[in-house]
C-alpha cells in the first residue's frame, strides 16, 4: 500500500497531472490500484480526478473509475436534527464506515459491476447507485478532502490507498475560487461568507494540519496550472 506515513514534506515527490497520468498508466493490471486524491475544498481535487480518467481512459477504455468522497454525505434528514446542518461538509458529516465498505468492494474485485454513490451539489443530495464501476475498471481514483487524515475513523481508510496526493493550493486561490462556486449556486454574500470563513476554509486548514504526508504533492495554485 502507499508509503504516505514514512513520507515528509521535504521529500514527498512533486507531481503533476501528466505525471499522475503516466505513474497510473503504468500500474499492473492483475489487481485494482486504488489511488487516493486529497486536499483542501476548492483545491481542484475533482477536475484533477476527471481529467486523469480521462485521459487513462482516453488511451485504454474503460480502465479508469472515480469514486467521489461527497457521495457519503450524510443527508440533511440526519444533519439538520443532530445540529451539523451549518457544518455539512465537515468531517464529521460523513459516513466513513460506508466509504470503507465501498474501498473492501472494489479492492476485493469480485463482482461485475459496484454501484457507487454521487453528491449532486445543485440539490445537496447523495444519489445512491448513481454510478456504476465496471470490473473493467483495473484504476479507481478516489478523491475526497479528509482522504488522509490520521485519526479515527479515517484513518481506517488507509490500508485501502496504493497510491496518494495531495493537492496543495494557496488560501487566497482557494477564497477566490470558492466564492465563484458559491456565486455560481446564488448564494448571497453573507451566507458566502459564512461557507467560506465558518466552513470551507477552516476545513481547508485542518486538511493540510491533520493529513498524514501522500506519496506525491500536486501543487494546483494559480501559478502552477
Known amino acids: 500500500m502507499g508509503s504516505g506515513e514514512a513520507a515528509s514534506e521535504a521529500t514527498t515527490a512533486v507531481i503533476d497531472l501528466d505525471g499522475l497520468v503516466r505513474l497510473m498508466a503504468s500500474q499492473p493490471r492483475d489487481r485494482r490500484t486504488i489511488l487516493a486524491i486529497a486536499g483542501p475544498p476548492g483545491g481542484g481535487k475533482s477536475t484533477i480526478a476527471e481529467a486523469l480518467v480521462e485521459r487513462l481512459n482516453a488511451d485504454e477504455p474503460g480502465v479508469a473509475a472515480l469514486l467521489p468522497m461527497d457521495g457519503y454525505h450524510y443527508d440533511d434528514l440526519h444533519l439538520v436534527p443532530a445540529g451539523l446542518r451549518p457544518r455539512k461538509g465537515s468531517p464529521?458529516?460523513?459516513?466513513?464506515?460506508?466509504?470503507?465498505?465501498?474501498?473492501?468492494?472494489?479492492?476485493?474485485?469480485?463482482?461485475?459491476?459496484?454501484?457507487?454513490?454521487?453528491?449532486?451539489?445543485?440539490?445537496?443530495?447523495?444519489?445512491?447507485?448513481?454510478?456504476?464501476?465496471?470490473?473493467s475498471a483495473r484504476i479507481i481514483v478516489a478523491e475526497g478532502n479528509y482522504l488522509l487524515l490520521r485519526d479515527a475513523p479515517w484513518d481506517s481508510l488507509a490500508p485501502f490507498f496504493d497510491i496518494t496526493v495531495m493537492i496543495e493550493v494557496p488560501e487566497g486561490e482557494l477564497r477566490r475560487r470558492l466564492t465563484e462556486r458559491w456565486e455560481h449556486y446564488r448564494l448571497t454574500p453573507d451566507e458566502i461568507a459564512f461557507k467560506l470563513d465558518v466552513n470551507d476554509l477552516p476545513n481547508g486548514r485542518f486538511v493540510a494540519a491533520a493529513s498524514r504526508a501522500a506519496d506525491y504533492r500536486l501543487l494546483n495554485g494559480r501559478d502552477e496550472v
Open 92 to 135: 464529521e458529516t460523513f459516513d466513513v464506515g460506508g466509504l470503507r465498505a465501498m474501498l473492501e468492494r472494489l479492492a476485493r474485485d469480485d463482482e461485475d459491476f459496484v454501484a457507487v454513490p454521487v453528491f449532486d451539489r445543485a440539490i445537496e443530495i447523495a444519489r445512491a447507485g448513481a454510478r456504476l464501476v465496471p470490473r
